[in-house]
């Protein structure tokens, strides 16, 4: 079982920036993470892909946060982060890690953190 742990929301005005971690833990076991990702979920809204980033390094954008948002991860510490510049607030969510454990070939099992706050006021 993998634990996804996030850490880095919180109240920023308009125009700031925040950094979100994930890191991902499994008590006594070794993993091999595949993708990892974040996701948002808007008051009143279903929860949407922000960015992806493979396990080699390859990601990809939200229309909506390209250019703002950059995602990279640490594979020596099984954690993913999520740079957000000039945030808006309309990114206002609750934003969750999310994360492939690859145990065996073509075989997955998905991973979802417990979500973290971001509250861009205006």
């Known amino acids: 079982q993998v634990q996804l742990v996030e850490s880095g929301g919180g109240l920023v005005q308009a125009g700031g920036s925040l950094r979100l971690s994930c890191a991902a833990s499994a008590s006594g076991s070794v993993f091999r993470l595949g993708n990892m990702g974040w996701y948002r979920q808007a008051p009143g809204k279903q929860r949407e892909l922000v960015a992806i980033?493979?396990?080699?390094?390859?990601?990809s954008y939200a229309d909506s946060v390209k250019g703002r948002f950059t995602i990279s991860r640490d594979n020596a510490k099984n954690t993913v982060y999520l740079q957000m510049n000039s945030l808006k607030p309309e990114d206002t969510g609750v934003y969750y890690c999310?994360?492939?454990?690859?145990?065996?070939?073509?075989?997955?099992?998905?991973?979802w953190g417990q979500g973290t706050h971001v509250t861009v006021s205006s």
């Open positions: 980033i493979t396990s080699g390094g390859n990601n």
């Open positions: 999310n994360a492939d454990q690859e145990v065996g070939p073509m075989n997955r099992i998905n991973y």
